[in-house]
């Protein structure tokens, strides 16, 4: 299998030209983490940036050492070079929706739409209304223009693919007959369109009375005729942070662990930016696991395990199995040259163990060796379970490549425990720019 090119991380952060990369992928991968080393670095590198978090674990505040995030950006301290500079901060879904209103309806329609029962659930909870928000607070971000560099950490959704079909899910309720349905009578005005209601509609809102509540009707008719000349803004902003996600200057990142799961998804999102004509600058690969004992095989770790775990039975001069009190000459075979290999590791390991013997007479002798033994065998499984991982992971990664082999790979090898400060995003921040696992 081809070696897929190297995503050269440090080049994509010190291009001034860059200046949105959105982070995205499966839940559970590593997004949020990738996108604070990814802003930690760029500022020690000299850039501007802003991280865009949508996380709710908070992870991203504890590991800056930020009380908390909210709507606003907030800086970073003990972060950036020269003019580096960090800020981060973390979607408050609802408070984004709120300015929206605030910023495109007058003062007293404002007031209505903020209070009305059916916009608080909608701002609230309504779906897909988070990844649209994300999108409108992307907007606004770049319209301030007091970053360089604008990082985004994409919604933790079910499909990697909710973040682009946001804005036309939400422009398709909008647009939706139901909705249309509900603005009609607030269209034709005073009696008019009560009468209109009351005579053409009738059996309908009947039935939708029953099924949605009269409260809840009416707090739905009055919300759709307060924000109908908001709608079109909605569209608007949607479609206008869709072609900046399309522009030279945004790169996006698919970040994927090593496991069939992830990057299934990973492959199908790589089609989907191309689709859409989305610039894609390459595969974050997280947690992978590597092993600086490669050479020897799983098979060979087992083999010498049971060999010490069983006394013993390929302790001989020629070091070869089963061959005692044997006048047979082996055979040369790959077996039995697999075999005597095998014998050797085992034998390998008692030589070094009995280097340099305990003094004589000393007590627990036997006992000594039988725990040594015990030990060193169960370490040796360990290292077979390891080398089995990054075998499984191996296959994973080359039939994403197969099906995608120009997309460039960044690796970033497994950690013991979680990234909990800013130490531990500058070692992320390390190995990707390194972009394989470092004595993973």
């Known amino acids: 299998m081809d070696t897929p090119p190297r995503l050269a991380v440090d080049r994509l952060l010190d291009d001034r030209e860059t200046r949105i990369i959105v982070c995205c992928g499966a839940g559970g991968v590593g997004k949020t983490t990738t996108a604070a080393a990814l802003g930690v670095r760029a500022a020690g590198r000299g850039r501007k940036a802003v991280v865009l978090t949508i996380d709710p674990a908070r992870r991203l505040a504890q590991s800056m050492g930020i009380d908390s995030l909210d709507n606003t950006p907030r800086k970073v301290e003990t972060v950036g070079a020269g003019d580096g500079e960090l800020h981060a901060m973390m979607l408050d879904m609802k408070r ?5 209103v605030e910023a495109h309806a007058d003062g007293e329609r404002a007031k209505a739409i903020l209070a009305n029962p059916f916009y608080q659930s909608l701002s609230a909870g309504f779906a897909g209304t988070q990844e649209y928000m994300a999108m409108e607070k992307l907007g606004q971000l770049r319209a301030r223009d007091d970053w360089d560099l604008i990082i985004v950490d994409t919604p933790p959704s079910r499909s990697a693919l909710d973040f682009l079909d946001a804005p ?19 269209k034709v005005g005073g009696r008019a369109g009560m009468k209109f209601l ?3 509609m009738s059996m309908m809102t009947g039935t939708l009375s029953k099924l949605m509540g009269a409260s809840l009707l009416k ?18 902003r949607a479609d206008a942070t869709f072609r900046l996600l399309q522009a030279p200057g945004t790169a996006f990142l698919v970040v994927a662990a090593p496991e069939a799961d992830a990057l299934r998804e990973a492959a199908y999102f790589v089609e989907r930016l ?7 600058a390459g595969l974050v690969l997280n947690r992978v696991h ?3 004992a490669d050479q020897l095989s799983a098979e060979r770790a087992l083999a010498a395990a049971e060999n010490l775990e069983e006394g013993g ?9 089963g061959l005692r009190d044997s006048g047979a000459e082996p055979k040369g075979t790959a077996e039995t040259a697999g075999s005597a290999e095998t014998a050797q590791t085992a034998h390998s390991t008692r030589t070094t163990r009995t280097a340099n013997p305990p003094e004589t007479g000393s007590p627990g002798t036997e006992g ?31 039939r994403f490549t197969s099906l995608h082999p120009e997309v460039a790979v960044a690796e970033v090898a497994a950690l013991p425990g979680d990234v909990h400060d800013l130490a531990g995003l500058r070692a992320i921040g390390e190995r990707l720019a390194a972009g394989v696992p470092a004595g993973a």
């Open 313 to 321: 039975i390929v302790d001989q001069e020629s070091g070869k199995a």
């Open 274 to 280: 191309a689709s859409e004509s989305m610039p894609l």
């Open 368 to 398: 000594d060796t039988a725990v040594v033994d015990r030990i060193t065998a169960g370490l040796l499984r360990l290292h077979a379970e390891r080398m089995q991982v990054i075998a499984r992971e191996q296959r994973t990664r080359d």
């Open 168 to 186: 036309k899910r939400l422009g398709s309720f909008l647009d939706g007959k139901f909705i249309r349905v509900l603005m009609a009578p607030a």
């Open 198 to 200: 009351n005579v053409g």
């Open 219 to 236: 707090d739905v008719q009055t919300f759709v005729a307060a924000m109908d000349t908001m709608f079109g803004g909605f569209r608007t």
């Open 290 to 292: 590597g092993s600086g």
């Open 96 to 100: 984004t929706f709120d300015e929206i």
